[in-house]
């Protein structure tokens, strides 16, 4: 979607130009059959969102609703090209008792804090669980907090879910 508040965004409208992807419905497959599923809204930070959420869940052992919470960074290809960050991580990353974001700066990334209080970007997503119930999870701080959940089906189909 373009945005025609910042002449220097990527999304600004101009001739010839296509704007950052605004989608991201994101499926996760394991052995053919959905584990996670998500998607974000937020134009530039849709694609940082999404994927980070993905790397907390399979990469960090995060169970779906701490991979959804956790802070995020992003790069969002601004005239800048510093990577914005949320306020925990100057706090709470840490490499052997180094901030991660430090370790970062030395092998010459650049970083500048979000000041958004709304955060970088959302997500809403299902985890599909070994039981074979589903579990929605929303974010639970940016933006006010989301809400998800599972429509409960009729009694002929004989799926089980559960609405978090």
């Given at each position: 979607?373009?945005?025609?508040?910042?002449?220097?965004?990527?999304?600004?409208?101009?001739?010839?130009?296509?704007?950052?992807?605004?989608?991201?419905?994101?499926?996760?497959?394991?052995?053919?059959?959905?584990?996670?599923?998500?998607?974000?809204?937020?134009?530039?930070?849709?694609?940082?969102?999404?994927?980070?959420?993905?790397?907390?869940?399979?990469?960090?052992?995060?169970?779906?609703?701490?991979?959804?919470?956790?802070?995020?960074?992003?790069?969002?290809?601004?005239?800048?090209?510093?990577?914005?960050?949320?306020?925990?991580?100057?706090?709470?990353?840490?490499?052997?008792?180094?901030?991660?974001?430090?370790?970062?700066?030395?092998?010459?990334?650049?970083?500048?804090?979000?000041?958004?209080?709304?955060?970088?970007?959302?997500?809403?997503?299902?985890?599909?669980?070994?039981?074979?119930?589903?579990?929605?999870v929303a974010e639970?701080?940016?933006?006010?907090?989301?809400?998800?959940?599972?429509?409960?089906?009729?009694?002929?189909?004989?799926?089980?879910?559960?609405?978090?």
């Open positions: 979607m373009f945005s025609a508040k910042d002449k220097s965004s990527p999304n600004y409208p101009a001739p010839n130009k296509r704007p950052l992807s605004s989608m991201s419905p994101t499926i996760v497959m394991k052995d053919g059959k959905p584990v996670i599923t998500l998607g974000s809204p937020g134009s530039e930070t849709i694609m940082t969102t999404v994927l980070q959420t993905i790397i907390n869940y399979l990469d960090f052992d995060m169970n779906f609703p701490e991979a959804i919470a956790s802070p995020r960074l992003s790069q969002m290809n601004n005239e800048h090209g510093k990577t914005h960050y949320e306020e925990i991580f100057q706090d709470k990353y840490m490499i052997q008792g180094k901030n991660l974001l430090e370790d970062l700066k030395e092998m010459g990334h650049e970083f500048k804090l979000e000041k958004n209080p709304q955060g970088l970007g959302t997500t809403t997503g299902l985890e599909f669980l070994l039981d074979g119930r589903v579990r929605a639970p701080i940016r933006r006010g907090g989301g809400h998800a959940m599972v429509q409960y089906p009729s009694k002929e189909t004989g799926v089980s879910h559960i609405a978090e």
